[in-house]
């Protein structure tokens, strides 16, 4: 049981700026551990990638006077146009985004980076755009994995990238409501850090926690791994404060309410295209005393599945609890330390934060339920392991590029009497779909982010890279996007819509609700300059 | 400890037609208790009420060609232009509708009231409504406190009350993902009912519950009295069915996503002004086993509040948490069947449902902290008192009407940080209004629907209505809903916006949150037919 508060893995310093090629903190990256170089050589085998390539950015592609009107807005410090700074905030960090920067394809580049100091800026930046009929792309830690920083150009004057990064401070503090007020470029250990100098915490640790943005967790409605016991980002939300085109809009009376609509809703999951976030006033709650985290192991992931759905119909939710199927468990993915040695069966990975007493009741209640449920309790290694991994896939996913092996996740939810067919559906069209070259795939998968309704079900997929991994990728990939929209569950559980999702969407909310979503944005921003083409169909 | 899980109060038939000038029942109607009268008589003195005016309805304003396609529609038994029938469907029941409608004037009574089978009529409606350009009024179970019965018909060629009653199916239950489809024209101990039948319930229990219905809690966002423990009514949807102007609207692919904005909560709240729910999904629990409710005494309001936010804050909440200030808790109006009882400081219930182990667990963990805070345990008598009465006040009020006392509720929500000074703000505003005159008025607060951040405060009013009770109310509560925007309050928590708030919405969701619905409502209702004046500023 581990008594700090504060793992290494929550609250580190990490750069705020990605490498340009790669997932997160080049320092922290390390080469395809020799078990896994095993594994994939015999799945797949290896094959040296291509250098990357050296290439030069299209000029910038806006006037001297949008440039000296952003510099007169934020300070000449703060408005970049060099190569560096305009690759840096090319796309996201989706494989296929990994692909392109490696093949030398920077092609949505923005012209400038601009990086406001503070609300007012950052409206200022908008009503230039407008001016001029600038798009413009809202940047925070630059962790999207859909596509959604890849904005329309076609039609524009030139594309901003604006960087929220200035935007990093915690404005306020309210420790009788347990409430806190975060600006949106802070990432996530940057937030925990602030907020723990309070005691408190927000609990919200995606994959992505070490780069990603308060404001990225709001605008597209993230969930982190301990969803089950903090919440959604969006559960925690309770106040934005957003600059649009059309002014500043501020939402937040009460914890909720019945004033019509709660258009904090509309807020979270827009994505950058009807506002940017400027503060997020959050729910928070008092730094866990106690964190463990143990594994259990269950036969069959229907077995495993079935105590998850009970433990959350019960009422006895763990903080974290996630369960990898025969496939993810056997290859020791959700415990990267363990990759290579032998494992059967099915891992369930079971979190509890809070107080001594907290934690110790509810693990003595879920035990008793898993136990009876027939599960084989594994300690706290397996835990242990598994939050210590717990942010590092991506690392591993560079690795297996380096190494000519495609590695691309992709998520959805379900409710709990829909999980089994659309799991078998969306690994049949993935495997389908990646063989039909005569190549092979793994497909792995666990399920996360409990609810009493349902639950996320999160793949992950390798497959040799081969001669066109895009091109390949992209038909596996809407296969299973196919599948999931023929299951009629979501097209994302927390990864958000992008340009990737975006042509799925309007299956998934109707004709109707892709009309108002364009009514909605056609309102707050008439000219169309806030990521154009991302979001709305 | 009650066992039986289904409480005379909940699952008992009740009309599906409220009396047109009284709340609910008949039947269930009593005189004011004696100990009650005089109570009143000292602080007000009593009054005759004039006679019930009998007045003669506006002749039926929509043409026969209308009439004759409502007819096509709907079924001839199923158009009605009766006095009765319009009268029944004319307004809600607020205080001020009650005063209208004991005045005569029926002023917004529709002119036709057609009750569709399924959603296939509703959209025929719709399309009819549009063809002609009727407004039309959704009508579940006509329990509106906040005039969202009262469309403007001005600039209409009829009004047309769209009774949903005979959608009143249970349409599936899903024992495993613990959902259930229920039509909106169930009243909610219908719809307890019939989910009692898979040994299913939804727990959720407005004031309101034993005449409102699933339509009307989900446009309204209606949150229940034991929603600590079951959550609002939004939290239980996680799917919609919606006809709408432009054709049929579905939503609801997972339990949580992140595919764009959560756009069932743009339905949710929408008060029949975007479209008719015709369909609602729910997340269903298991009856409960057991049932307790207990009253706890604090010396004063603060410290009963302040254990209200430590039970929230540690995670710990019952089903049921609600805490009556000084003046309530004197007057015993939480608990009806002890009014004229003497009590001091403050009454708080706390209820648990659960299997026998979870209530245990539970209300031994609250104890602990309730005790530990300074609170008195009363026992279970003031908690069965509670539970027996709590469906009561509104049949209190109309005695209270014939008696001369003019009685309304209003309420709204806030962070914890807020509470005292929109509690003291309300208060007095209430009190000086009312005052102003040379009358009097009592004002009674209760917190409850408890946050961890926030909660709600739910005040009674009583004074002598006087010669004039409408303008006299106007004024009060004009002068509270000031207060609550001075205190950037939410304008309601749970009674919604209607007509009566409308004037007060722009100041809570912004200039631009009116815009938003305002562009909503002209993309899904292009001519404007659904509830004009309701909700959009």
Redesign the interface.
Known sequence: MTHDTSSPTTLDAHPREMHPQRWGDPAAATPLPEAARGLVELAFGLADTPATANVTLAPVGVTDEVLAGLRAIAGPDHVHTDDESRRLRTRGKSTPDLLRARAGDLGDAPDVVVRPADHDEVAAVLALAVEHHLAVVPFGGGTCVTGGLAARRDGYAGLVSLDLVRLDALLEV?E????ATLEPGLRGPEAEALLAEHGLCLGHYPQSFQHASIGGFAA????GQSSAGYG?F?QMV?GLRVA?P??????G???????????R???????GAFGVITAVTV?V?RLPEVKVYEGWRWDSFVEGATAM?TLV?S?LLPTVLRLSDEAETGLNLARPDAIGEQATGCLMIVGHE?TPG?VE?RRA?VTEVLAGLGGTPLGEEPGASWAHGRFNAPYLRDSMLDVGVLVETLE???????VDALYADVRAALERELGADGGSAIVLCHLS?V?????SLYFTVATAAGEQPLERWGRAKAAANDAITAN??????????GTD?RPW?SA??????A??????K???DPTGILNPGV?VP
Chains 1, 2 share one sequence.
């Not at 009788?176 to 409430?179: D, E, I, P, R």
């Not at 597209?220 to 969930?223: H, I, L, N, V």
């Not at 809703?265 to 994505?271: A, D, M, Y």
Request: net charge neutral.
């Open positions: 309210d009788v409501s347990m409430t597209t409605r993230s969930s959604r969006d309770v649009t059309r002014g500043e809009w501020r939402l009376s009460s914890p909720a309410n019945a004033a019509g609509p709660d258009l809703q509309l807020v979270l999951g827009s994505e729910r709650r759905r119909q009422g809070g907290q009741a209640a959805t939810a379900t409710f709990w009497s829909k982010h609810y009493e309704t349902g639950c009629g569950a979501t097209i994302s559980h927390h990864h958000a819509v999702h969407l998934e909310i109707g004709d109707l609700g009309s108002v979503l364009r009514a909605v056609a309102d707050l979001l």
